[in-house]
């Protein structure tokens, strides 16, 4: 089908990443494709070892050790991120994508004031010096809601509470003004309250950066709340995605996407979190080792991947638990 004309800053085309565990290889992502334009903020959604977390890494270039992209492109404004080398994934990485991870407290170096780890990349890019190194850093503290930033600057990420650390790691994330923002559940460890408060600032990060988000999370109400476009993952693989979120919601195309929905409860309010459905994903070991079948349009910006009478079945009994 033809695409609708987007401007993709980010396209991930049929990602493969194989896992070697001893003596073996496993498929950890299986022909993963989605893309962000900027200004857009995709949903990724799919139990937990659907291969969230590995899809955003591989972009990053931060796949742990046994790991290794095997097949498809990464590209970043249409330039393949896996050629030359890495060379080209080392200058995106920081300033073109950066990442926002789910725990600030592992992602954060403890012995560097949160200061300097903001701006740290930046200045030495623009060759900044210390005081104005500072001074941005104050002013990116600010931008993510920190009150009195000059204070905050030189303390050490122990010092924070968690929810002002993850907004020390969103301000890192954005101090090299983006074009995209890999979010890994970003408000998971955080308390309610405090949820609500990163989310309003992603929310106006986006409008103010311009910058394309793709958003791991599972919960739901997340995606209905800030949401443009959804991408499901189930065991490796996109099984589903819309550049339309409503229309997504609204007719489901895959099985899976059902049996996901299904757990949303169908009256007026607040939607809640996704069920587990952890009983029915393969684990790696398990899984079907012939090539995801490619995916195919079933609407404007919409995409479902092949699926069979048995799969229905299959997902149709997760529906009635
Ligand atoms: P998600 O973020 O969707 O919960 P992940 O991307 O973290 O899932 O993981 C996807 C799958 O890859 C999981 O089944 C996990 O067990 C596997 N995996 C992740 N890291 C490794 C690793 N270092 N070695 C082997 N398997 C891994
Ligand atoms: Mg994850």
């Known amino acids: 089908m033809q695409q609708a004309i987007k401007a993709d800053a980010l396209q991930i085309e049929g990602l493969s990443v194989a896992a070697q565990i001893g003596e073996k290889s496993y498929k950890a992502l299986d ?33 742990p050790a046994n790991l290794t992209v095997t097949a498809g492109a990464i590209r970043f404004d249409g330039r393949d991120l896996l050629g030359d080398g890495g060379k080209l994934l080392h200058e995106v990485r920081g300033t073109g994508i950066s990442m926002v991870f789910q725990e600030p407290a592992v992602a954060l170096n403890p012995v560097m004031k949160v200061g300097r780890q903001i701006v740290d990349g930046v200045a030495w890019r623009r060759g900044l010096s210390g005081r104005q190194a500072k001074e941005l850093a104050v002013e990116l503290l600010a931008q993510v809601g920190i009150k009195d930033p000059a204070r905050w600057v030189d303390a050490y990420p122990h010092q924070l509470s968690g929810g002002m650390r993850q907004r020390v790691m969103i301000a890192s994330a954005i101090a090299s003004k983006p074009d ?51 991408t499901v993952m189930y065991a490796g693989r996109t099984v589903e ?16 996407t059902r049996s996901l929905l299904a757990a949303v409860p169908r009256i007026r309010g607040p939607i809640r979190r996704l069920r587990g459905l952890s009983s029915s994903a393969p684990s790696l070991t398990e899984r079907d080792q012939k090539p995801a079948p490619a995916l195919v349009a079933c609407g404007p910006g919409r995409q479902v991947a092949p699926f069979t009478a048995e799969d229905e079945r299959f997902f149709a009994r997760d529906e009635e638990v």
């Open 180 to 230: 995209v923002i890999l979010c890994d559940e970003p408000t998971t460890a955080l308390d309610v309250t405090i949820q609500a408060q990163i989310l309003a600032l992603f929310k106006a990060l986006k409008t103010d950066l311009g910058a394309g988000l793709l958003y791991v999370t599972h919960d739901l109400s997340v995606v209905a709340e800030f949401c443009d476009s959804l």
């Open 241 to 256: 995605q819309s550049d339309d979120l409503g229309a997504l919601i609204a007719s489901p195309a895959h099985p899976y």
């Open 31 to 63: 022909g993963v494709t989605l893309s962000v334009a900027r200004g857009e903020a995709r949903g990724l959604v799919g139990e937990s070892g659907s291969g969230k977390s590995l899809t955003l890494r591989a972009v990053m270039g931060l796949l």
